[in-house]
């Protein structure tokens, strides 16, 4: 799925997904790259990527069903 300006998939720099957390809950994230969005598994949300912003908004964000979430992703970074 593109992220829907120029047809070019989204991605999310790893540093910045290390600090970004679902503004309801304040838990982690995991990039979803197909479909250029970045999940809430507490939430339960899929907030959109658009032209590589994340849409960290949650009348913008997506419902998603369990059979939606993907499997537990490690998170980028971790201990140094």
């Not at 998939?9 to 790893?14: G, S």
């Given at each position: 799925m593109a992220?829907?300006?120029d047809g070019r998939?989204?991605?999310?720099?790893?540093?910045?997904?290390e600090l970004l957390a679902c503004p309801l809950t304040k838990?982690?994230?995991t990039w979803d790259p197909e479909?250029?969005?970045?999940?809430s598994r507490v939430a339960k949300l899929a907030y959109p990527?658009?032209?590589?912003?994340?849409i960290m908004l949650p009348s913008e964000a997506r419902p998603i069903s369990p059979e939606d979430m993907l499997p537990p992703q490690p998170?980028?970074?971790g201990p140094s």
């Open positions: 992220d829907g300006r998939k989204a991605t999310v720099d790893p540093k910045l997904l838990g982690p994230l479909r250029s969005e970045l999940i990527v658009r032209d590589g912003i994340p998170r980028l970074g």
